[in-house]
């Protein structure tokens, strides 16, 4: 079965800009969870969206935002990029309850020049 | 506070060589333990993961982690490393086995000397 897809793989913005990642969770996966990886600050949850519901959030700013559509698909925006934003953004979906695995995407790479 | 410890930021090993990789954690509640690789411009594949049970246990790729409460650690081990094996290896710890909140160590990258 085809695994998460995380789009565009690359991508590249100005300060003060914004930009919307985009993330197609495995078929059937209604659990959506998204991390930023950096070298200074390593792998750190953002939030996770659950029947389009934000579900858990972890300690980021307000500029860091996301939404889950009906089909499972999430999408996370990030207004007023700034240059610490710049990093690998993973997406990770999951079956919920017990005993799941969480499969990641391969990620969108951000840089904010 | 809720932490996970790798205490070696890289590694190298010879092909053919045992592998024994360090995570000692912090955690409130009893956790989910994991440990992912993530091979370069790549996501994270779950190797092997803890919840209760057998302390020893068996992943993929020929990995096995042992997990010992009293040290809080849950270390990554291998026999026998092969050159495909050079990646970065994170341990983690969660209240969910799911993507949620997922507490990450800062990985060791390991590499495979010929």
């Known amino acids: 079965k085809a695994g998460v897809t995380q789009t565009p793989r690359y991508l590249i913005k100005t300060r003060g800009q914004q930009v919307t990642l985009s993330c197609s969770p495995i078929?059937?996966?209604?659990?959506v969870s998204w991390y930023q990886q950096t070298p200074g600050q390593g792998l750190q949850f953002l939030f996770e969206?659950?029947?389009?519901?934000?579900?858990n959030k972890g300690n980021f700013p307000g500029r860091f935002s996301g939404r889950q559509f009906s089909n499972s698909r999430s999408e996370m925006n990030v207004s007023t990029l700034e240059l610490g934003d710049s990093a690998l953004y993973l997406c990770?979906?999951?079956?919920?309850?017990?005993?799941?695995?969480?499969?990641f995407g391969q990620g969108t790479r951000l840089t904010v020049v | 506070a809720q932490s996970v410890t790798q205490p070696d930021i890289h590694i190298t090993v010879s092909e053919g060589a045992s592998l024994e990789l360090r995570c000692n954690y912090s955690y409130g509640a009893t956790p989910y333990l994991f440990w992912y690789v993530q091979s370069p411009g790549q996501g994270l594949q779950l190797l092997l993961k803890y919840f209760s049970g057998d302390t020893l246990v068996q992943g993929i790729k020929g990995f096995e982690a042992e997990f010992k409460r009293s040290q809080s650690s849950f270390n990554l081990r291998k026999p026998s490393v092969h050159w495909s094996d050079a990646a970065e290896y994170f341990c983690?710890?969660?209240?969910?086995?799911?993507?949620?909140?997922?507490?990450f160590g800062s990985g060791t990258r390991l590499s495979i000397r010929p």
């Open positions: 990770a979906s999951s079956l919920d309850g017990e005993n799941t695995e969480a499969f």
């Open positions: 078929s059937g996966h209604r659990s």
């Open positions: 969206y659950f029947s389009e519901t934000q579900r």
């Open positions: 983690a710890v969660a209240q969910y086995s799911s993507a949620s909140k997922i507490i």
